[in-house]
């Protein structure tokens, strides 16, 4: 079964008083790339996000995002600088006296002097943490390759469509190559007798002439390995493992011969079916970029 490189998965929970997010979704790459963004006090989880997402999937540029909030306020603590809040009072006050201004002082006026404050929060599990983490990381994950998997039936399904056309047009040069042969000799020695007019035509010269075009544009050999790449292409798509890169290497193959029976081609009904294959192939190189 083959998969797609761009895929995209969402999941949301609140486990244990936190509200979890996780964002994960990828686009097409020669190997494996990761990148996340998470809060930076639980910067600790992105390794562990990269390793899981790694045992995964083994190419494609992938993005993680988590946000996460905390609904329990139980292991923070607030510490009041009592010395800095009289000081704050005691200057204010002598200010007010000093300007003869009303004494309008409140708990909430004082409360604005953030630096009297100092929050302080317990440490956390951070097992405990990547485990939530993890639990809406794996609800997201099933999203995002089930995304890629049924991305990837589309790929294949495409795929098979362009290998059966091209094997449709080898099919039809095979039939029409010793065609080709043939004209050329009937040409030839229509030539011959047009020169010599009256002089009697050497046949063994005007057949060892046409065995020699037949061997020169013969495309048997090409014909027979590029049925071999299709049906050895076709295989790959059934392996349920990254085929990505074998796919690509063989795509190679398929091109260079098509390009081969397009340079021996002495016909122009062959030429334009080779025009028409390599216009497929093109296609599916464009295609398999984006396979795992």
Not at 28 to 50: Q, T
Not at 199 to 208: G, N
Not at 257 to 267: L, P, R
Request: aromatic fraction near 6%; hydrophobic fraction near 40%; proline fraction near 1%.
């Amino acid at each position: 079964m083959i998969r797609s490189m761009t895929g995209y998965g969402r999941a949301q929970r609140q486990i244990d008083g936190r509200d979890i997010t996780v964002e994960i979704k990828s686009v097409n790459h020669r190997f494996f790339e990761f990148s996340a963004r998470v809060p930076r006090m639980y910067g600790y989880v992105e390794e562990k996000l990269k390793s899981y997402i790694q045992g995964l999937i083994s190419r494609g540029k992938v993005e993680v995002g988590v946000t996460l909030q905390s609904f329990d306020a139980g292991n923070v603590s607030v510490e009041i600088n009592r010395e800095l809040a009289g000081a704050y009072v005691r200057s204010l006050r002598d200010l007010g006296h000093e300007f003869h201004l009303q004494d309008d002082l409140t708990l909430s006026s004082v409360s604005r002097f953030t630096d009297i404050f100092t929050v302080s929060k317990e440490p956390e599990d951070e097992e405990a943490i990547w485990s939530a983490i993890k639990t809406v990381a794996d609800e997201a994950v099933a999203k995002f390759v089930n995304m890629r998997t049924v991305e990837g039936e589309r790929l294949k399904a495409d795929l098979l469509a362009r290998l059966a056309f091209i094997e449709s047009r080898v099919a039809v040069v095979v039939e029409q190559s010793p065609r080709t042969v043939e004209a050329y000799r009937e040409r030839l020695a229509a030539k011959i007798a047009e020169v010599l007019a009256d002089r009697q035509i050497d046949e063994a010269r005007i057949i060892t002439e046409a065995a020699i075009f037949a061997d020169r544009i013969a495309v048997d050999e090409e014909t027979v390995r590029l049925s071999s790449h299709i049906a050895q292409f076709r295989d790959i798509l059934t392996h349920d493992e990254p085929v990505g890169r074998k796919l690509d290497f063989l795509v190679q193959e398929i091109n260079r011969e098509v390009n081969t029976i397009g340079s021996k081609a002495q016909d122009v009904s062959i030429a334009q079916i080779v025009v028409d294959m390599k216009s497929e192939v093109e296609k599916i190189r464009e295609q398999i970029q984006n396979i795992e």
